[in-house]
């Protein structure tokens, strides 16, 4: 099976931190979310990747080229002007002559694949949307389903008063590829608002995959901010901290002075160094390659790979990369000095 990431947003909302690099690239916890993705479905077997373009996509495929260092095969289709997520996928129909896997490339998730495929064999289906609960509806693709798991409508952000169904659109599917005769080509084309409800009205089996798992869509600074808040305190498992039983987790070759306080949850990455009288954390994340000086004070921040940080910074709040600082809420700056 191949997989198809759509990556062809402009990620307006996670501006700034979007502003020199395209949305699937933002770091989780100092691994790009993209990637994070990719090597998810490389443990499920799926090791050819298609991905589709259109936003700064010389950043992807200078980090990822053909795939060889993660143990993939990774193919890249460019948009000169975005499509739409049915015009991305037809786009590629090329590489599809078999049943295939579409990720939307902001989604952090914990769903379960491997079973996902299998509810789609056992279907019979010519589409599967896996599908997630949320309390508010009303921002979403709202998926309205029979008792069979069958979809009947999609109902794009429905008011309050029309909500049927708390079940939204969770941006993975996986296709068979006789759908795409169904999408026009070289044209924009939504999958959700026009392609969907061609399927459903020509009696295409599409299912709905109901997950429970941990789910969320970076497309905010917001979202970003509460998918890091939510792997520091358990409620996302990332595959590096499901042998871990602690709260502070430090990468390999990385340096602490003995005279500095960690302070869980904290994640420091790998090849930092941490000078001497400083307290990190809690609710801290400082990425691979930093270097902070001695008597800082850091707490509740995202601190990007490659930052330095000189001596004597207090600063709580906020996210920091080569390009900007972002409060996460109140702003606490007290001092803060970045080479």
């Given at each position: ?23 699937p ?60 997520t ?24 914990e ?33 309205e ?38 999408i026009?080509r ?5 999958i ?9 009205k ?12 941990y ?69 801290t ?55």
């Amino acid at each position: 099976m191949k997989a198809l990431f759509l990556a062809t947003g402009l990620g307006t909302g996670l501006k700034p931190l979007t502003s020199d690099l395209p949305n699937p690239m933002i770091p989780i916890m100092t691994k790009p979310l993209l990637e994070r993705n990719m090597l998810k479905l490389k443990d499920c077997g799926i090791n050819e990747i298609i991905i589709s373009t259109c936003n700064k996509q010389q950043k992807i495929e200078e980090y990822f080229g053909d795939g060889t260092k993660l143990g993939l095969k990774i193919h890249y289709i460019y948009e000169d002007i975005p499509l739409g997520t049915g015009g991305a996928i037809k786009n590629t129909g090329e590489f599809f002559n078999d049943t295939f896997i579409i990720f939307n490339t902001c989604i952090l998730s914990e769903i379960n694949i491997m079973d996902m495929i299998k509810f789609h064999k056992e279907k019979l289906a010519a589409v599967t949307i896996a599908v997630t609960q949320v309390e508010n509806p009303s921002d979403y693709n709202v998926i309205e389903y029979n008792e069979e798991l069958y979809a009947e409508a999609i109902v794009e952000k429905p008011k309050p008063s029309e909500v049927k169904s708390k079940y939204i659109n969770a941006g993975i599917y996986i296709f068979e590829p006789n759908v795409l005769k169904e999408i026009p080509r070289s044209q924009v084309v939504s999958i959700e608002r026009d392609t969907f409800p061609i399927l459903i009205k020509k009696d295409y089996p599409i299912v709905v995959y109901k997950s429970h798992e941990y789910w969320m869509d970076i497309s905010t600074i917001e979202k970003y901010i509460q998918a890091h808040e939510d792997i520091l305190c358990g409620t996302c498992i990332l595959p590096e901290f499901k042998d871990e039983n602690q709260d502070i987790f430090i990468g390999k070759n990385t340096t602490i002075r003995p005279s500095t306080k960690i302070i869980g949850p904290v994640y420091i990455g790998e090849n930092t160094k941490i000078g001497a009288y400083s307290t990190i954390g809690p609710d801290t994340i400082i990425g691979n390659n930093c270097k902070v000086g001695t008597n800082n004070k850091i707490t509740d921040s995202i601190v990007w790979d490659k930052m330095s940080i000189q001596d004597n910074s207090v600063f709580s709040g906020i996210i920091i990369n080569s390009k900007s600082t972002i409060p996460k809420r109140a702003n606490n700056i007290t001092n803060m000095n970045i080479a």
